[in-house]
DNA sequence: TTGTAGGCGTTATCAC
DNA sequence: GTGATAACGCCTACAA
């Protein structure tokens, strides 16, 4: 797209050279010392005279790039963060890699990745990550396990951010949502649709994260004037399977105004329950999921959901660590309601949704 | 898990020191060379006498650790692979890079992350990992992007692996997949189950790897004496709605023994549709999806799949890497048919399910 | 503003 | 087999 492979443009596309070049060879050809070239090249030089222009011809010319190894044993950060995650194929981590990656280069550093779905492995990667000194190191623990003992360990050294709501120590920072302003938000929307009665799939009994939204759930619920019952708020897996066993148990007998589901893949176990039933949401049933999985977007009808700000998580993440080791705080920020068909039908979808 | 963090072993759980120590500390305390030091640690010496043995105890208790830019600065390699995907959300994407995280460990080098959904940002990425010393680069092209122009530019200086089968050079080296295999296993299985009529859901119309699958297909498709339509065969994008309208389209005048689709989403909404339209899988349809989704073990009934070998990708892609840029060589590999209820229903699932 | 020189932590090359 | 020493490429006081 930028380069023809083919244009013979001048004899500068030699790939000829074998090692890669210097910032000796950039200083012979400029005729300055290296010392010029390391300035103009870093920006820590005021005037662009005729001397800029040349090293920087130079560097362009024999496709020279500072050696990042060089330079981060001289002292300067390695530019590189580390990212450990459950698993790629955690929609939440996904979508979170996707966003840090993108952020991470805008501040021209790159994203070493650690992945490990158990306390055991995610130590071991956090343990190699900062061996390898990365500037800073972006954490998101698998479901249930508490890394606080190694975390804290090396929080002095190194800035450490932890995504997500479960037990951090004081030493280094947090990034999290707001669960309250969550429920909030989707409790609302229900009710201004004229939702009554609402039933929970939450997640997994042992997450910390399950309980804080159930309870957050409970408050809201209250704080609306909305019902529900016992036996439409249990606990399980986030899966298809499990949203489909579930509503096919409750609508045997009931059937509430509105479902929310603690993750998208279970919301879509519940159309395919509708759709068995031969109700429809959201005429017969409103359906709200979470995290925002590709296939909201897709199913039919589309699920309304609830969006992490996995840009602002990214970006509070890269600042924080910016921060260096010695200022941890706690961030919390709001997800943002999507709403697609599954609450409104097709009429209105497009008008409401934002972005 | 290993270690208690609050167990006053000895002295040695000091987060006291502030910076980390350097190979000299090492040398000091076990009243040897750092050339010594150097030698043990890096396996470069036979004996295990009591010299060794001090180096190691004395790097253990300073709880030291190479450091990897001095070490890829002296002319070792960086111990560091580059990986660049369209996004982590794409099911193939996400399973290869947990496979690939996890090889990369077991060699102890680690991933560093390049992620661009389009031709101009993969190039951007892939120039960034190359100046950042990569050992090698392995890439996943984004569907219709071909790479070529960048990855020839840099083929004889670092080693490249490009998965899948879109269009490449002859200077880097490649890991696909074989279609022609990989049909024949799932026709083959359809034709044993009785399958006579197959429908075929295929990917982008743009895209090299559908081409080919459905060049495949047929060819299997005649060889095991099945039939199929042209009404049957249409492509389209890979997302749960597209198999839903899908298989509405072909169900409502017609009914194929069997429906293969291009990826697990889509045959996911042919699941909901067979849902909506009374019939079911296996008994009315049989069903096979690809690239082995997380949402095809907990679909309802759950679905064959044809699960690309992940690991074994990531192992040759290392392999090939360490081999270096001189040896570009082309590699193909063979899926793996997961039989689950969508063909074979839930009596016999767990007999013939391998791993 | 520019150049010179020293040092970051390692590994490779020499002498011993 | 071991130890001193010279690179590796870069940055940054310090001197000019």
Redo the contacts between chains.
Sequence with gaps: ?????NAPSRAS?S?SSS??HSITDVAALASVSIATVSRVLSGKRQKDDDIARRVRQAAEQLNY??????S??RGAG?R?VGLVIP???D?F???L??AL??AA?DR?S??????GGT??LQ?A?VE??I???VDGLIVLPATGADL??IL??HA??IPIVQIGNGRRSRNYSQVSLDELLAMEQIVDHLASLGAKTVAYMAGRKVSFESAEQFSMLHTQLRSFGLETKAAWNQFG?Q????G?DCAMRIFAQDKPDAVICCDD?VA??V??AL??LGLRAPEDVMLVGQNNA??CE???PSITTLRPPFEQIAEESLRLIAQGPNYPSEVSLTSQLIVRESTVGTATTRQITAR
Excluded: C, F, W
């Design positions: 797209m930028v380069r023809q492979a596309t790939p090692s890669a790039s500072v050696n990042v190894a060089a981060s044993l390695t590189t698993s790629a194929t929609e981590a996904a979508q890699l996707d990656e993108s280069d021209d790159q994203v070493l990745l650690g992945v306390k055991a130590t990667r190699s990550l061996s390898r000194n606080t003992p804290e360990r002095g050294r897996d899966t298809v399977q499990r489909y893949k879509l176990g159309i395919v759709h068995s590709p296939l897709t199913a039919s």
